[in-house]
């Protein structure tokens, strides 16, 4: 399944949580902000929000990795644009 990943600039303090538990995912700016990888789908850097493929082992990772961020500041969206984490 495809899943979008988004965050939220303004929210991130650059904690690194995320980044610890899913490397292959995330990995912090030169301001330590968390960036989005592309997973090697899709041409370009690192970016706020990205649409990636995943398997349910990493979509379980991503998940871990989202929680992890003391500031919620990581969004996840399945392909019906429901939102997985936070929950609503």
Same mark, same amino acid.
């Given at each position: 399944?495809?899943?979008?990943?988004?965050?939220?600039?303004?929210?991130?303090?650059?904690?690194?949580?995320?980044?610890?538990?899913? *490397?292959? &995912?995330?990995?912090?700016?030169?301001?330590?902000?968390?960036?989005?990888?592309?997973?090697?789908?899709? *041409?370009?850097? *690192?970016?706020?929000?990205? &649409?990636?493929?995943?398997?349910?082992?990493?979509?379980?990772?991503?998940?871990?990795?989202?929680?992890?961020?003391?500031?919620?500041?990581?969004?996840?969206?399945?392909?019906?644009?429901?939102?997985?984490? *936070?929950?609503?």
């Amino acid at each position: 399944m495809k899943y979008t990943i988004k965050v939220d600039e303004d929210l991130c303090i650059g904690a690194a949580s995320c980044v610890t538990i899913d *490397p292959g &995912t995330f990995v912090l700016n030169d301001e330590n902000k968390a960036y989005v990888l592309d997973h090697g789908e899709a *041409p370009g850097g *690192p970016s706020y929000e990205r &649409t990636v493929e995943m398997t349910d082992e990493e979509k379980d990772q991503l998940i871990l990795a989202a929680q992890s961020c003391p500031t919620l500041a990581v969004f996840v969206y399945d392909e019906a644009g429901e939102q997985l984490y *936070p929950e609503v």
